[in-house]
């Protein structure tokens, strides 16, 4: 079974351009996180949808971040403009769903260096 | 809102040695989940042992075992009989019953050969 794909693993871009995370979750998983990982930090949520609702985006900085899951399947993460402190990983996760527990599967990240 | 505490930054193990990496965490929450995540330089971060707050007994999974103390609010993590692959980055993660999930820290953990 493919786990969850991240592209592309690293982003170099100048301050102030637009930028564009791509996440492909486990098949049938309904649940999709995106997560911010600062250097030496723990991931932090930025958002999670069930299906294509985003259900928890208190996380997500709206004036120039913004997300999508179009079909309930595939997620994309933008961040326009980039600032130098938006350097981080950006991880994707997926979950079969809400429930008691449903163990969520963790993509190998997006390096993002602004400069 | 809850916080997970790993005061640990850094823990050095010699091959074949037993370590330990402490967790706290504060809650209002009865019911709830508490993980270990390892995450390597690839940064795939990888699930090692869960624990559901309403079992007593402690988690184990093969060389990793919790030392769970609820009304402490502790979650340590054992790794017996240490190898060279299990040097990584280790989370403590709570899930929440709104189906967050909160992450310490993190204990960057080396293994001497």
């Known amino acids: 079974e493919a786990g969850v794909v991240q592209s592309p693993r690293y982003k170099i871009i100048e301050k102030k351009q637009p930028v564009a995370f791509w996440c492909n979750p486990i098949?049938?998983?309904?649940?999709l996180y995106w997560y911010l990982q600062n250097l030496g930090q723990g991931p932090e949520l930025l958002i999670r949808?069930?299906?294509?609702?985003?259900?928890?985006d208190s996380q997500l900085p709206k004036d120039r971040f913004s997300a999508e899951r179009l079909k309930g399947v595939d997620s994309t993460l933008k961040i326009q403009p980039a600032e130098l402190g938006d350097s981080a990983v950006y991880l994707c996760a997926s979950s079969p769903g809400l429930g008691s527990y449903n163990e969520q599967f963790f993509g190998p990240g997006t390096r993002l260096t602004v400069l | 809102a809850q916080t997970v505490t790993q005061s640990q930054p850094e823990m050095s193990v010699q091959e074949a040695e037993t370590v330990t990496l402490s967790c706290t965490y504060d809650t209002s929450e009865s019911d709830y989940y508490l993980f270990w995540y390892k995450q390597p330089p690839s940064r795939q971060m990888i699930l090692v042992i869960r624990?559901?707050?309403?079992?007593?007994q402690n988690a184990t999974e093969n060389r990793f075992s919790v030392n769970f103390q609820k009304a402490a609010k502790s979650f340590s993590l054992k790794i017996s009989d240490s190898q060279l692959g299990d040097a990584a980055m280790y989370f403590c993660a709570y899930y929440n019953q709104g189906g967050k999930l909160i992450f310490g820290q993190g204990t960057e953990l080396s293994v001497k050969p």
């Open positions: 098949s049938g998983h309904n649940t």
């Open positions: 624990q559901e707050a309403y079992k007593q």
């Open positions: 949808y069930e299906n294509e609702e985003a259900v928890d």
